[in-house]
């Protein structure tokens, strides 16, 4: 069998400017989309716009679009949010904002097609979840701001809350992004090597083995014999275990109840 190139030599750029990327696209049915319903749209593509993602987007592995919240505002000023019911600090996103601007960036969606609010108070993002919105026609994700969204919004369109970690951010659109990268990278053709996405952290519910490349020997410090061996079964066997033990030292949680024990 023929070896499967690796990509890790490949320094890849977008090159057309990041906001080029997103302009006069338009949406095709068969291309996984992202749809961003935020109030600072010029924060995207971002990161988005580099490397193996901004190639993907130039070359039309999938799409990116934004939808402006401000454009739905209320008034003369084009407000979006109000004070929270009850009292309180900060204000809140409103319903007769946020939904037809949600309502907007729907037109078009098919299949299966979630849409994910940004929120501190929601399931934790994680490998299995990228690996399952990969496999979606598209997503829609609302950034939040301020205090967070009227919930009537929440209930009504069924969104799924979605978070990073347990912090908390001033906006949504840093955690999209991050949640974006580790979808589109899943997209088939995105990565020049498929296979690494097998074996990396968390695609098989542990951590991830060490790694290293030339030169053997580097401040003192030797590449394990194991892996200078050309024993592909005995390297295997290392990697396995070393990728339990990082698991076990690191991320005890990710460890069936059986193995943890041990």
Avoid at 205 to 226: C, K, M, N
């Amino acid at each position: 069998m023929k070896p499967t190139r690796s990509h890790g030599r490949q320094s890849v750029s977008a090159s057309l400017k990041p906001r080029e990327l997103m302009q006069d696209k338009p949406a095709y049915r068969d291309v996984w989309q992202a749809r961003i319903v935020t109030l600072f749209p010029d924060l995207f593509p971002g990161v988005l716009g580099a490397s193996l993602t901004g190639k993907a987007l130039q070359d039309g592995l999938w799409q990116l679009h934004t939808h402006d919240l401000r454009r739905f505002g209320i008034g003369k000023h084009r407000n979006v949010d109000d004070t929270p019911a009850g009292g309180g600090a900060g204000m809140v996103m409103r319903a007769d904002v946020v939904g037809p601007a949600i309502e907007a960036a729907q037109q078009g969606s098919h299949g299966r097609w979630p849409i994910l609010y940004m929120s501190p108070r929601g399931r934790r993002f994680d490998q299995a979840m990228a690996a399952d919105l990969a496999t979606c026609s598209g997503v829609t994700m609302l950034c939040g701001r301020f205090e967070g969204v009227d919930e009537r919004v929440i209930e009504h369109y069924g969104i799924t809350e979605v978070s990073l970690g347990d912090f908390v951010m001033t906006g949504g659109e840093l955690a999209a992004q991050a949640m974006i990268d580790a979808t589109v990278r899943l997209l088939p053709g995105v990565l020049g090597n498929a296979a690494s996405t097998v074996e990396e952290s968390h695609s098989n519910g542990l951590l991830e083995h060490p790694q290293y490349t030339r030169p053997a020997t580097w401040e003192g410090h030797d590449i394990p014999s194991v892996l200078m061996s050309g024993n592909h079964k005995e390297i295997a066997k290392w990697r396995a275990a070393q990728s339990r033990e990082l698991t076990r030292a690191r991320r005890p949680d990710l460890l069936p109840p059986e193995e943890d024990a041990g």
